[in-house]
């Protein structure tokens, strides 16, 4: 299969840039199900540092606790680095390079203090370098919207400065890739990067080569340029975006998608015994509400680090993040200090204009040809009812009063395509649901299953951890609505979390790998969700209609087995100090968490010695 961390992103001669450095703390681990250690290397410019093709030398701070060296792997030619070593009370690293003549090159050297190992990546453009055009966040709009298509890969030579409006300290976000950038011109955008998690601050001021970055609607249906750290520049530091001031009205009738803006005299409509997050799901929204009654969400997600906050009681300012997502306008707060300008005094709330409103949570849904179910959230002030005259599909309730939620459950279909729409109505407001049912497929193959699943697990020893996920249905599958979710130590919630991104084609397997795994050579995807004992549970996950569904499951999540889960039959099989691989005559993964135990265990599994690694990389499937 072919993804963005197997692919990697072409380092391109930028002769445009300015390029300074950024301060980036790193940990490492020495226990699997914890990756940090008392031991710390704090150094500059994960994605490389960049010359131009005269001569030049970059001096950068580096700290770290203990003593440390520098290793030239390559390029010790050209470049040279001064000093080689030091101890913790040396604070700068200074890089020269010679003139070059030539093609762009690349050179690596290799920090390491203690047990850490950090990789900086030199490029210096040559002599005949290609030029670049800097385009603004509404041209990158517009490119996508020309092409036509759902996804595009940029394959001009562009560049784009923005600054990141995002809190990565906040967490208020569903994936740690994720982020906003703004413009100097205003414009915003959501943001991923193509590593497991994104480096960047609020604040922090990117130079972003654009070239082979990707965008599409994310599964939420926000729209995203996905890039790699190596293709990005920080420039300054803490740099301050003024926030956009709107009223809600102005906000929803306008695309202010993945801007910063400041609502001013709203409150919560909803608020006593309230916090921004209400427990459950993945997200909450709670509603906002102005004097003359227009009202927009605030969405929380479940990592925010404020979720367990109580909501303002009183009125006042609101700063935000505003985006369009699943066909509605939201906003994302970044942490607690944007909403500083909202009292908690409940004498400062106003009378609202009483206006009726009706909100939903999607616009449209997709089923399958087998047909299905989909919940709608509904969010209302008033009663209402549900309308819709299409006889292969049901709705319960058809009525309601104020929040709640309808059940859309759809029939099979042996036919083509069919569409429908539903109306929620309380005979003024009316909010429309766009229904599609895909067609059954004429030619049926025999040999295909119905989903991805784990074809190989590997609990190695020390960082040796490997999950191996196969493609045997026949088609390419878009890997962006899939989430791998690790589950420690019997916990219920995951303590590790992998978006994924890229395609898998038919017949062929994604291997996920711990970033210090070393048994196996071959293209891997690497993801801190890659770090798990024998006692860990982890799911596999497909995003429907912003719903998580188990595709499937290895042990049992919420159960702590001691060291491992074990067969009751053959003590061999075991989910410690094991490689297991997926029988070939599995069709499909566990799709419902076991009550207790892995009963597919001794089933769906072949047990090898530890360390096992020449099964990774291909899957049979009789």
Sequence with gaps: MMTKKQLGLRGIPLLVLTYTTFLLLFTTC????DDYSNSKLAIIAEGGIRFDSYGDSKTFEIETNGDWSVKIESGAEWLSVNPMKGTKKTKELTIDVKQNEGDTREGTLVVTSSSIDKTITVTQNGEDAQSFEFVTINDIRDIYNESGREEMIIDEPLMLKAVVISDREGANRFAKKDGFIQDNAGYGMA????????????????????????IHYDYAQVLQIIFSTKNVDV???????????????????????????RLKDVQFIDYKGLNYYAGEGNATSRLLVCNNGDTVAVNTTKNASFRNKALPAGSGNIISVVSYRNESWELQMRNLDDVKGMSNDEATRFEAKATNYITINQKKVTFEAKGGEATIGITSNVNW???????WLSINPTNGE??????I????????????????????????????????????ETDVCNELFFSEYVEGSSYNKYLEIYNGTGKSVDLSD?????YINGQPTPK???MLDGVLKNNEVLVIAHSKATIYNGAVYTSTVANFNGNDAIALIKIVNSNFKYIDIIGCIGENPGKEWMDTVDKNLSTLDKTLVRKASVRGGVTKNPEEGFPTLGTEWISYPIDTSKYLGRHTMD
């Design 30 to 33: 020495m226990s699997v199900d």
């Design 482 to 486: 899939y989430i791998i979710e690790v």
């Design 496 to 498: 590790y979390t992998e």
């Design 235 to 261: 420039g300054a530091q803490n740099v301050m975006i003024s926030p956009k001031e709107l009223t809600i009205e102005a906000l929803q009738n306008n695309r202010y998608d993945g801007t910063l803006v």
């Design 385 to 391: 009812e549900v309308l819709c005259n299409a006889s």
């Design 409 to 444: 459950v759809v029939s099979e279909n042996k036919d083509d395509e069919r569409t429908s729409t539903i109306t929620i109505t309380d005979g003024e407001i009316a909010k429309t649901i766009a229904i599609v049912q895909k067609g059954e497929e004429l030619e049926v």
């Design 191 to 214: 943001f991923r990067v193509t590593q497991s998690e994104t480096p960047y601050d609020m604040g922090d001021e990117l130079t972003i080569n654009l070239q082979d970055a990707k």
């Design 402 to 407: 104020n929040d709640g939620e309808v059940v």
